[in-house]
T-cell receptor
Framework: GENVEQHPSTLSVQEGDSAVIKCTYS??????FPWYKQELGKRPQLIID?????GEKKDQRIAVTLNKTAKHFSLHITETQPEDSAVYFC??????????????FGKGTTLSVSS | DSGVTQTPKHLITATGQRVTLRCSPR?????VYWYQQSLDQGLQFLIQ???????AKGNILERFSAQQFPDLHSELNLSSLELGDSALYFC?????????????FGPGTRLTVL
């Protein structure tokens, strides 16, 4: 089955710096790669996703890239702010179709942004 | 607010007991996924229902079962509870956007087994 590895497990940056989180997946059939942000005690919140027919997607300060050949995908946050501090999870799934499949998650990255 | 509701928010119970967690998906969404989040295991998929039928199983113990009702709400039943079952249990609603299924999570139920 699918396996998702996520690095680093913790990341500390200064406010205004960029942060990059990287994930690899094992199942070449996966075609949907969402990223979730989870604050302490709260639900995982979908912040951006990328589908396998796209190499890059950007939404304001957040961008995701996908390299299907290498089975890598990454989250880039620019101009970080203290409110970006949270745990970020990458995930992979076969998301195409009426029902889709379950998300397989990485272990998470704890991002700390200090002002 | 994701539009997904879960009850109760917190549950405290004893080993050996049985509990039921409830989830209502977003209006119009047919899929419900259950995930368990513990400190050592991260977010793990338990089971998926689509339009009332079981679609896929993940790392779900035999002591756990679920169902999805005609109104599309779902219940996760946990029995013969053990200390290690203490965790956050999330359900997610599968929303078709374009031809892909996005998943939106409910607020979760925190289960504590004493």
């Amino acid at each position: 089955g699918e396996n998702v590895e996520q690095h680093p497990s913790t990341l500390s940056v200064q406010e205004g710096d960029s942060a990059v989180i990287k994930c690899t997946y094992s199942d070449s059939a996966s075609n949907y790669f969402p990223w979730y942000k989870q604050e302490l005690g709260k639900r995982p919140q979908l912040i951006i996703d990328i589908r396998s027919n796209v190499g890059e997607k950007k939404d304001q300060r957040i961008a995701v890239t996908l390299n299907k050949t290498a089975k890598h995908f990454s989250l880039h946050i620019t101009e970080t702010q203290p409110e970006d501090s949270a745990v970020y999870f990458c995930a992979a799934a076969m998301g195409k179709g009426q029902a889709g499949t379950a998300l397989i998650f990485g272990k998470g990255t704890t991002l700390s942004v200090s002002s | 607010d994701s539009g997904v509701t879960q009850t109760p928010k917190h549950l405290i119970t004893a080993t050996g007991q049985r509990v039921t967690l409830r989830c209502s998906p977003r209006s119009g969404d047919l899929s419900v996924y259950w995930y368990q989040q513990s400190l050592d295991q991260g977010l793990q998929f338990l089971i998926q229902y689509y339009n009332g039928e079981e679609r896929a199983k993940g790392n779900i113990l035999e002591r756990f079962s679920a169902q999805q009702f005609p109104d599309l709400h779902s219940e996760l039943n946990l029995s013969s509870l053990e200390l290690g079952d203490s965790a956050l249990y999330f359900c997610a609603s599968g929303h078709l956007r374009g031809s892909y299924n996005e998943q939106f999570f409910g607020p979760g139920t925190r289960l504590t087994v004493l």
